[in-house]
């Protein structure tokens, strides 16, 4: 049972334009929600948090969107990057710290 | 600088022995975790250690069995059990407690058995 979904195995953006990666959740007790990036053998790296709470939290280029009642979040990168060419994980929990992760999304940014 | 290492950084290993992965933290965490990440798949939980002493597993514990003897370190061993042990083995720690969620990741450690 996936409990946190990454509908689309990659995404590809041209340099300068917004990204947009979605994530969709099933579990109604999860209560933060997480980002992480990750480059080909290397460990994820912690982007951008969102507690339950809130609807948007932002950190600079980035931006994550929190659609509870849609049990939907997606992170907004503007304008992007080529360093941001990486797999990019959402994750959530239900408050005992374990973090359930999705698929992941490869991001390529084009020139 | 604090941070999280696994060593080695590859290993190689042949079927039916036992190997055991390396992780140390020196975060002053009191959390470590173990994933295995596949390829196409998402980070899946092996095992988790919340305190010193203290372990619970994770969604895919079979075959694998870790200790917690010291804070910093939270070893994984890879037994002969363990169906597909190839993969890429990712270990992280996070502050118990609070209200951040936040875990470190090592760099992590690629396993082939053959």
């Known amino acids: 049972d996936q409990q946190v979904k990454q509908n689309s195995p990659s995404l590809s953006v041209q340099e300068g334009r917004i990204s947009i990666l979605n994530c969709d959740y099933t579990?109604?007790?999860?209560?933060?929600f997480l980002w992480y990036k990750k480059y080909p053998a290397e460990g994820p790296t912690f982007l951008i948090s969102?507690?339950?709470?809130?609807d948007k939290n932002e950190d600079g280029r980035f931006t994550v969107f929190l659609n509870k009642s849609a049990k939907h979040l997606s992170l907004h990168i503007v304008p992007s990057q080529p360093g941001d060419s990486a797999v990019y994980f959402c994750a959530a929990s239900a408050g005992a710290q374990k973090l359930v992760f999705g698929q992941g999304t490869r991001l390529t940014i084009n020139p | 600088d604090g941070g999280i290492t696994q060593s080695p950084k590859y290993l190689f290993r042949k079927e039916g022995q036992n190997v055991t992965l390396s992780c140390e933290q020196n975060?002053?965490?009191?959390?470590m975790y173990w994933y295995r990440q596949d390829p196409g798949q998402g980070l899946r939980l092996i095992y988790y250690?919340?305190?010193?002493?203290?372990?619970q597993k994770g969604d895919i514990a079979e075959g694998y069995s870790v200790s917690r003897e010291k804070k910093e370190s939270f070893p994984l061993t890879v037994t002969s059990a363990q169906k597909n042990p190839t993969a890429f083995y990712l270990c992280?720690?996070?502050?118990?407690?609070?209200?951040?969620?936040?875990?470190?990741f090592g760099p992590g450690t690629r396993l082939t058995v053959t």
């Open positions: 250690s919340q305190i010193v002493n203290d372990f």
């Open positions: 579990n109604s007790m999860f209560d933060y």
């Open positions: 992280a720690s996070s502050a118990a407690g609070g209200s951040s969620y936040e875990q470190y």
């Open positions: 975060l002053n965490h009191d959390a």
């Open positions: 969102i507690s339950s709470i809130k």
